[in-house]
């Protein structure tokens, strides 16, 4: 297994929840970007934020100032941290990495963790 997400939960509405992904040392080394998608009831799934090798950071509309992501190199984790949670955010989340071979970008996923806000 080569990503593995931990954190979801249930929280009400304006709490916190930490998801980590925990990444094999060669894909966390060999990523060029890693980061969390999530699918929500009836919806498609959506990047929420991702995280360069370089700690660059890019993150949708609706969780910004909200959201942080983060990665621990010693750790070969990636963190979301979530504030402020709003039942909207209610889906499934998904820890991403991405490798390029060649010319093309390669995804690779981990299972997903249940995030789940009540109002």
């Known amino acids: 297994v080569q990503l593995q997400a931990f954190g979801g939960g249930l929280v009400q509405a304006g709490g916190s929840l930490r998801l980590s992904c925990a990444a094999s040392?060669?894909?966390?080394?060999?990523?060029?970007?890693m980061g969390w998608y999530r699918q929500g009831p009836g919806k498609q799934r959506e990047l929420v934020a991702m995280?360069?090798?370089?700690?660059?950071?890019n993150y949708v509309d609706s969780v910004k100032g909200r959201f942080t992501i983060s990665r621990d190199s010693a750790e070969n984790t990636v963190y979301l941290q979530m504030t402020s949670l709003k039942p909207e955010d209610t889906a499934v989340y998904y820890c991403?990495?991405?490798?390029?071979?060649?010319?093309?970008?390669?995804?690779?996923w981990g299972q997903g963790t249940q995030v789940t806000v009540s109002s």
């Open positions: 991403n990495a991405k490798r390029r071979f060649g010319g093309t970008n390669v995804d690779y």
């Open positions: 040392r060669n894909m966390f080394l060999d990523a060029n970007t």
């Open positions: 995280i360069t090798s370089a700690d660059n950071t």
